[in-house]
């Protein structure tokens, strides 16, 4: 870089004509800082992608990786020591009173020292092995007897409704089938494998998918049953997730409460979805989501779900160093804790005792002065002149976010029943993910409809302590198990 000259050794002509060359360079200077600072704003926004992660943000652990973030939890350390507890009644594998089978192994007839003949044995100790038998397939063969009367009628028997053709697949064989393909996530051609290998049975895997398609009729009308207990339910959970479906995205609708779950497909994701379904609309309870726009639209009590925040407060804390987050954090933290308290105060629990309301009142007033503190640290964009709504920073809209709905975060406090977060959507979404990971798509809307019908009772079933396979074959048989819909 030249040196500075010596100011006092030049003329004013000098002088003059330093300043006409140096004058035009102080706008290009503002100029590029002004370049650099908007060029340091969009690194710090690539910065803040690039760190988002399942734990931080509402992106899935499927997104995350080969570099997957360090495990942290944001729960409290309990006073119990990790592992089970002393009154933890445990499910050890213990000894039968009655075995199926005894194999007893007997000692020889003469001492091995004397040689002198043993007089008796007896049962020195017991070992028990649990072992599955071998299975193999049967065939049933049914035969139409037929007779004819002296008078010449003809008499012939009816065979069961359930045997249609001259071969056929059994309800085991097809529950199997639909259990191992649609419930467990396993691809057709593995369905078709596990069945030769553990039966014997060869299928073919135009037979995997027939099975599915027989199942799916048979349950339809009880999956829409199913959607029908969840709107008449004072508390329902819902979410959406991407779902690839002949090459094109769909979308797969999840409806949840604590005994009933219930999905749907369709080619949209908002509103038309929600009118086609012909589930949501009709709902009136409390809705618990994760703050999507047509949701709120809904003509319906709204329930925000708080893990959702959790984790972009984190990602506030962690990534932009806004310490507000952290006590936010806190606070919602310690209202679930408090609210799970209550709730285990006794079988019902008392959202009404003055001491509880005043914890309530005591919580929205310090989560209101944490959020008015971080709006003095993150005030709002100003309108640029371009049409729209300027764009504003992750913490300015999460910060609206809980002002203007704050009676939606705070409602798990103040009405029954009404949970912290969206987990039980988040979990119905869980095994779809899984299926499509694994087939990698749906070939046909029809099979991806098919599957929602089969997964919706399945995950129904299995909610309500049922066995689902036997529920399967009861299905395949003409007789479908029905679920509690209250």
Request: net charge neutral.
């Amino acid at each position: 870089m030249p040196n500075l000259p010596d100011l006092t050794q030049l003329s004013h002509a000098q002088k003059d004509a330093l300043i006409l060359m140096l004058w035009p360079l102080q706008q290009q200077v503002q100029d590029l800082m002004a370049q650099m600072a908007v060029m340091q704003e969009r690194i710090k926004e690539l910065e803040g992608r690039l760190a988002l992660n399942s734990k931080n943000s509402s992106k899935p652990p499927s997104s995350d990786g080969l570099s997957k973030p360090a495990p942290k939890s944001l729960r409290v350390a309990a006073k119990n020591s990790t592992g089970g507890q002393n009154d933890h009644p445990g499910s050890t594998l213990s000894q039968v009173v009655q075995p199926d089978k005894v194999v007893v192994h007997d000692v020889p007839d003469h001492c091995q020292a004397c040689h002198c003949a043993l007089p008796f044995s007896y049962v020195s100790e017991t070992r028990q092995v649990f072992d599955l038998p071998v299975v193999k397939y049967e065939v049933i063969e049914h035969r139409a007897m037929q007779a004819i009367c002296n008078c010449g009628q003809v008499h012939t028997a009816q065979f069961p409704a359930d045997v249609r053709a001259t071969v056929q697949y059994g309800p085991r064989v097809q529950a199997a089938m639909v259990h191992l393909n649609l419930n467990h996530a396993v691809s057709i051609k593995r369905t078709a494998e596990l069945v030769k290998d553990f039966f014997g049975l060869p299928v073919s895997q135009a037979a995997v998918v027939k099975a599915t398609q027989m199942g799916a009729d048979i349950l339809q009308p009880t999956v829409q049953e199913i959607g029908q207990g969840v709107v008449r339910s004072a508390v329902a959970h819902a979410d959406e997730t991407g779902l690839r479906v002949a090459k094109k995205l769909h979308w797969l609708h999840v409806l949840a409460t604590d005994t009933l779950s219930w999905m749907g497909c369709h080619p949209k994701r908002g509103g038309e979805a929600f009118e086609s379904l012909a589930l949501l609309q009709h709902f009136k309870g409390v809705l618990v989501h994760d703050g999507w726009l047509p949701y709120k639209a809904l003509a319906c009590q709204h329930a925000l779900c708080n893990q959702h925040h959790l984790r972009e407060l984190t990602y506030l804390l962690e990534q932009q160093d806004q310490a507000w987050a952290g006590d936010m954090i806190e606070v919602l933290q310690h209202a679930n804790h408090q609210d799970n308290l209550n709730c285990a105060q006794g079988k019902t629990p008392n959202y009404d005792r003055q001491e509880y309301q005043l914890e309530v009142r005591d919580l929205r007033a310090l989560f209101d002065a944490i959020l008015e503190h971080a709006q003095a640290e993150n005030p709002i964009a100003p309108s640029c002149g371009k049409r729209g709504r300027p764009k504003q920073s992750k913490a300015t809209n999460l910060i609206g976010r809980l002002r203007d709905y704050s009676d939606d975060v705070w409602r798990f406090m103040t009405q029954p029943d009404v949970p912290f977060t969206n987990n039980l959507a988040e979990q119905t979404v869980r095994m779809p993910k899984v299926k499509q990971k694994v087939s990698g798509c749906f070939r046909t809307p029809q099979g991806a409809q098919n599957y929602c019908v089969i997964r919706s009772y399945c995950a129904t079933m299995h909610k309500q302590g049922a066995n689902i396979f036997e529920s399967l074959v009861a299905a395949f048989k003409g007789s479908t198990p029905q679920p509690c819909f209250g």
